[in-house]
């Protein structure tokens, strides 16, 4: 059965956070291929997510500096 857009996005952010199956992951790749809305939600998520991190790492930088 193919994955809904809803299901899709909630999958992409459990994957990214190490919590799906290899069976939810194959599913989620299917959706991905035929679905361009959720490709570009998934290159977003990936922005923000580097965008974060980035932001954490560089606060803890300069708070280790003092």
Not at 19 to 42: M, P, S
């Amino acid at each position: 059965m193919l994955l809904t857009c809803k299901e899709a996005t909630q999958l992409l952010s459990n994957d990214m956070d190490g919590a799906t199956t290899l069976h939810e992951r194959n599913r989620l790749r299917l959706h991905l291929i035929t679905c361009t809305g959720c490709r570009n939600y998934r290159r977003d998520l990936q922005w923000m997510r580097r965008a974060c991190r980035s932001t954490t790492e560089r606060a803890l930088d300069d708070t280790s500096g003092e």
